[in-house]
Each structure stands twice: as C-alpha cells, then as structure tokens.
C-alpha cells in the first residue's frame, strides 16, 4: 500500500460549499453548518456519491476518528510494523490538523474583524 503525504491542495473551502477534506479515495471529512462527518463513497446508478456515517462536533474528533480507523485497518504483520504504521499515520494526520487550523483560521480572520 502507498502512503500519500497530505497537501493543503487537498482540502477545499469555498464560500458557496463547505470544506471538504479528502483522506483517502475511500474517506473523506465534509464540514457543514451543524458538524462535521466522516464519509465514504457509494455508487449508485453508476455514479459516486458521498456518504455520511459518523458525525461530530469538531474537526479534530472527525481527524481523530480517521486517523484511528486507518490505524486499526492497516495490513501488519507483526508489532514492529503496526507500531512504525501507526507512527506514520499520526504524523501525517498531525501535520494535516496543522494545515487545515492554520486555513480555517486565516479565512475566519476577515469575518472577525469585520463583527469588531
């Protein structure tokens, strides 16, 4: 299995759409007005769509809940590979978590100084 390094590229915000961080082809965060959900695609009719089968009230426990999910699901063999893919994973998901607060905050700043 390839393990990809995350990209800022890949997390969508928009003022018309929520954000949406893709994970995975398989996984996906989708923030909207009420929480955020984890979601996965469905093909239908033969075409995708996404969805929603766990929610929360903060984009870190939505990340928490990804991270642990591929953690859980990835193939190791033995304890020393578990613990250098888990090792792996977190840092990925850790500097994703950066990335995107450092996002939300630069784009939430205008509209706070606009209620100052």
């Known amino acids: 299995m390839i393990w990809r390094a995350f990209s800022i590229s890949q997390i969508t915000f928009d003022k ?23 979601e996965r695609p469905r093909h239908r009719h033969g075409q995708v769509s996404w969805e929603a089968f766990k929610f929360f009230s903060t984009f870190r426990q939505a990340l928490a809940q990804a991270c642990e ?7 190791a063999d033995n304890l020393a590979d578990a613990i250098e893919a888990a090792t792996a994973i977190s840092a990925r998901y850790g500097k994703l978590l ?16 606009a209620v100052s």
């Open 16 to 38: 018309e759409s929520p954000m949406i961080v893709h994970i995975s082809e398989k996984l996906r965060i989708h923030g909207t007005e009420n929480s955020y959900q984890l």
């Open 69 to 75: 999910r591929e953690i859980r699901t990835h193939p």
């Open 98 to 113: 950066d990335c995107a607060l450092d996002e939300i905050a630069k784009r939430s700043e205008p509209s706070l100084r």
